[in-house]
Structures are given as C-alpha cells and as structure tokens.
C-alpha cells in the first residue's frame, strides 16, 4: 500500500511537471552477472544538460546501468531523480514504471517497429495528443533531422544512417526529461557517424536535459562529449571532461580505450627528485625507461602506458636528442590500417608504433631491419595496477 502510494505521487510530480533542476542522479547498487563472474554495480554521479558520454569496456555495466536509469530493470538499492521528481528511491518504495518516467531510450539495435512507417514510428509515442499536435511535433523533428523525405518508407526501406535517424527522431520528438543513447551510431561509417553526431548536437544544443551516451569510438567521445564518465566492472573509475580523462589515463582500462596501445608491467629502479622523473624496468625484457615522477618508492611495480602516436622511429642511432629513452630494436612487421601505418619492434619488450605512408616510404622499412625507437619522458604514463 505504501510503495503504491509513493508511486502515484511521484507519478503526479512527473505529470505535473514540478522541476527544481534538471540534473540527473544516480547512486544505486545493483548485483551483474557477466562472462560467468558476479560482482556488483555500484554507482554514484550527477550529470547536467548536455552530452555526458559513458566509456567503459563490454560487460562493465554500461546497459544495465542505462536500463535502470530508463526503468527496464531495478537496482537493489539506491535512488534515481531527474530535478526534484524521483524515479527509484528504495528507501522511500518508490520505482516509477518506465512508461511513466518520460525518458527518451535509443536502444543498441534501435528497436523500430518493422511494420510501421518512418512517420508512424516517430509519432508512436504521442498517442495521447491530439492529432494536429502530432503531426505538427513529428513533422518538426523529422525536418531537423534531415528525413523528412522518408515519411513513407519503412525500416526496411531505409539506409543503417536513415534508421539511427529515425530512432533519434522518435525519442526527441517525445520532448524528454532525459535521453540515453547505447551506442546509437554503432556499425555507420566514419562520415555517416559525423553528420548524423552533428545533427544530434545541434537537436539538444539548446535544451536543458541531461544526455547519458554510451559508445566505444574515440572519435564520438571528442566530437560529442562535453563530460565524460568511465566505467570499470560496475565502477565509475574516472569522471571529468575528455580531454582531462583521456590524455592522462590513470587506469588501465582507461589508456587501452584511449588508445594507448603498449601497455607493460615496470618496476622503478631510481627516483631522480632533482629533474622530476624514475626510471623504471620492464618485466619481462628489463627495458629501462624513464617517466615522470610519482608518488612511489623503489621497488614498487606498477603499469606504464605509451600511445603508438607518441613513439618515433629511427632507422640509425639518434645522437644530439633530449628524450631520455632511446630504445634499439628489430622491425618485425608492418601492417596499414587506412592512413596510418602499425610498425611492430622488438626492443626487449614488442612496442607499437604509428608512422604516416611517407615515413614508411621514405625510411626504407622492411621486416628484420634495425631501428631505434624514441619515447619522451612526458608521453610514459603511469597507470594504476
């Protein structure tokens, strides 16, 4: 009896449309269950208007956290709230069903209805206003979103960009208090992904509510993301914008997603208060390198991250340089991916480097030839183990 009455005032706020902000808050716990292991999602951030992204590796809670937030599933405590309009409370017996939570949900694989027309899908949601309200709400977002044209076709009909589209279209045009979007440009080519993230921002540029967007792809987290949260089996392990989680990971999770491609165990060796840096040895291979200092005693081990971008390579021994680390090596593969160029080096330890065509072309590379590699102090970042 208690937990229906708190519902329907809860309810009535939402209907009622009672905002004190609109920030949304999170802090719940949840216990998952992913790839055979248990361990519990656990939770606490807010987040403000614009496009917070949500990064984390696959299995690390990211849906689940989306579905609760939405109302498809309920964590096992906590409270969630938009403003001053409560969503789940465990505390209070308050989990208003999903329906009513008036949150705009654009799924992984979109969930179009296949027998419905473009038009038919984006109005679905505003059965219950009148039908010039529709019409003109509909037609509106679909002219903002470029598919105006398409009003007759159905899913089937239309390109993978034109039903990204369509499924934005449908959650805005319901005027949302939130919008949650699980990697709704998964599977597009690069240009397709960028026109479509760009008429996104310009839908919600203007708008007060809070956006939680999940994807993996480096180029959507700078191109969209004002915030950003990282996510760990079921842990929020970096929070801030891109630039300030990306181009200083201090997790391991966080420099692979960031593209930190050589990732290796080290142990310091020396500390050199006087210029601000250790020196470390990797294990295996005890290539010495040396970082940035940090607060650690020798002999304690950690992880040391170098993106692939940051290396530069030789093919005779540097002389007259200022980066400590200079490392020789043997050229074991080279591999093209678009415009960019994988060169794999044994130096004690096999490292990634990236090269343009040109430098490729004009080094002469070829596998088994001797090169040096060259790694600044500042691009070794030092990781959490």
Partial sequence: MATALNNARAEADIAAGKRAAE????????KLLSEGSVFDLDVSFVIGKGITILFG????????????IAGLGSPDAGRIAVGNRILFDSSENINIRASRRNVGYVFQDLALFPHMTVEGNVSYGLSGLPAQERRTRS?????????????KRRPVELSGGERQRVALARALVL???MLLLDEPLAGLDLPVRM?????LRQCIKDSAIPVLYVTHNRDEVFTLGEKMLVIERGRIIAQGTPHEVMSAPRSETVAQLAGFENVFDAQVVSIHEDRGTMTCNTFPGNVEIETPLMHAEVGARLRLGISAGDILLATSAPAGLSARNILPGRLLELSQRDMIVIARVDCGIEMSVHLTLAARDSLELVPGREVWLIVKTHSCHLLAR
Avoid at 23 to 30: K, P
Avoid at 57 to 68: E, F, I, N, V
Avoid at 195 to 199: H, L, S, T, V
Wanted: glycine share 4%; proline share 2%; hydrophobic share 45%.
């Fill in 23 to 30: 920030d949304l808050q999170v802090s719940f716990r949840r």
């Fill in 57 to 68: 590796a696959s299995g690390a809670g990211k849906t689940t956290l989306l579905d609760c």
């Fill in 139 to 151: 037609a509106a977002m679909l002219e903002l979103l470029r598919i105006s044209h398409l009003v």
């Fill in 175 to 177: 005027q949302p208090s």
């Fill in 195 to 199: 026109k479509i993230a760009d008429d």
